[in-house]
């Protein structure tokens, strides 16, 4: 140190165990500023630069940007801050790692003649993966003008969340939905919403009210939902509320007459591009509880069975 109290750049260099080289990189970024200059032109630093220098290497070190360490040390922001924001884009960045890595071990594990067509499949997915596509599909299946709230919470149950460390058959299942949302032809050729309160000629009658009949099925999913985790029969409760749902929507009363209008309805409303929907958000889901389409289809066959026993 010179008499003035400042050091030269190797003396900065030297103390904290850096390069010159370094010094001068984070002193032409302006993460190091000098205290002045010698005689002869050469950098002087004061004894604050050897702390602010150890910091900025700490922080680089843990590959935080130049950018985020330069407003830290102008008190811009505060170190937790950044810290956390860094923290989540190492998180991000290892999911998607963890995505990679499953992508891989499928195509590894694939049999020859299917690696080509998983291989197409794989590398349309985005990184990080995203469930938007699969929520414009449902868009598209759903009836048009469902109230915001009741579309959000039909989403947020019926499309899974990509997991952290997914499997290389969820890899696969998100890559066939996201193939599935992008097709064109995904609404399995009905030309727009293919479900329950689509017309078709077995119509039973009355003016289906979407809105209505989706916030009562919700709940009829959900109460039925334990009976299928136990792989009962449908007791007559949920069944009943199942046709109630639909009878509700249009206005008209559970009768057996109703009841044999409405399973032929429903069968013809199936749509394998809807079916194969729930069988793969099962598939990434990997959960023991049941889709949404699983419980309808559940309900569905309690129905056709009711009505072909009943002659």
């Known amino acids: 140190m010179s008499?003035?109290?400042?050091?030269?750049?190797?003396?900065?260099?030297?103390?904290?165990?850096?390069?010159?080289?370094?010094?001068?990189?984070?002193?032409?970024?302006?993460?190091?500023?000098e205290d002045g200059r010698s005689a002869g032109g050469h950098r002087r630093y004061g004894p604050g630069a050897l702390?602010?220098?150890?910091?900025?290497?700490?922080?680089?070190?843990?590959?935080?940007?130049?950018?985020?360490?330069?407003?830290?040390?102008?008190?811009?922001?505060a170190l937790e801050d950044v810290l956390a924001e860094h923290l989540r884009e190492v998180g991000s960045r290892m999911a998607a790692l963890r995505w990679r890595e499953a992508a891989l071990r499928l195509l590894?594990?694939?049999?020859?003649?299917?690696?080509?067509?998983?291989?197409?499949?794989?590398?349309?997915?985005?990184?990080?993966?995203s469930t938007a596509p699969v929520a414009r599909f449902l868009r598209r299946v759903l009836p048009p003008r469902l109230p915001a709230r009741l579309f959000s919470a039909i989403c947020d149950a019926a499309v899974p969340q990509p997991p952290a460390e997914p499997t290389p058959a969820q890899v696969l299942a998100l890559a066939r939905l996201t193939?599935?949302?992008?097709?064109?032809?995904?609404?399995?050729?009905?030309?727009?919403?293919?479900?329950?309160?689509r017309r078709v000629p077995a119509d039973p009658g009355g003016a289906c009210r979407p809105a209505v009949l989706y916030e009562a099925l919700a709940e009829v999913y959900a109460a039925a939902a334990p009976g299928l985790?136990?792989?009962?029969?449908?007791?007559?409760?949920?069944?009943?509320?199942?046709?109630?749902?639909?009878?509700?929507?249009?206005?008209?009363?559970?009768?057996?007459?109703?009841?044999?209008?409405?399973?032929?309805?429903?069968?013809?409303?199936?749509?394998p591009s809807v079916d194969r929907f729930w069988r793969l958000t099962?598939?990434?889901?990997?959960?023991?509880e049941p889709t949404f389409g699983a419980t309808d289809d559940w309900l569905r066959a309690a129905l056709a069975a009711e009505v072909s026993a009943a002659g």
């Not at 193939?179 to 009905?190: E, K, N, P, V």
């Open 179 to 197: 193939a599935l949302a992008a097709d064109a032809s995904g609404t399995g050729g009905a030309g727009g919403a293919v479900t329950v309160c």
């Open 229 to 271: 985790r136990a792989a009962r029969q449908p007791a007559g409760g949920a069944l009943d509320a199942f046709v109630a749902a639909h009878a509700g929507a249009r206005g008209l009363r559970d009768t057996p007459a109703f009841r044999r209008r409405l399973a032929v309805y429903l069968d013809e409303l199936a749509q």
């Open 282 to 288: 099962a598939e990434l889901a990997a959960s023991p």
């Open 108 to 129: 590894q594990e694939s049999p020859a003649e299917e690696r080509a067509e998983r291989l197409r499949l794989v590398g349309s997915l985005e990184t990080p993966p």
């Open 51 to 77: 702390d602010r220098l150890r910091l900025i290497r700490s922080l680089r070190g843990l590959d935080v940007p130049v950018s985020a360490v330069g407003r830290v040390l102008e008190r811009e922001v």
């Open 3 to 33: 008499d003035d109290g400042t050091w030269s750049i190797g003396e900065l260099a030297e103390r904290a165990g850096a390069t010159v080289k370094t010094v001068r990189f984070y002193s032409d970024l302006g993460l190091l500023p």
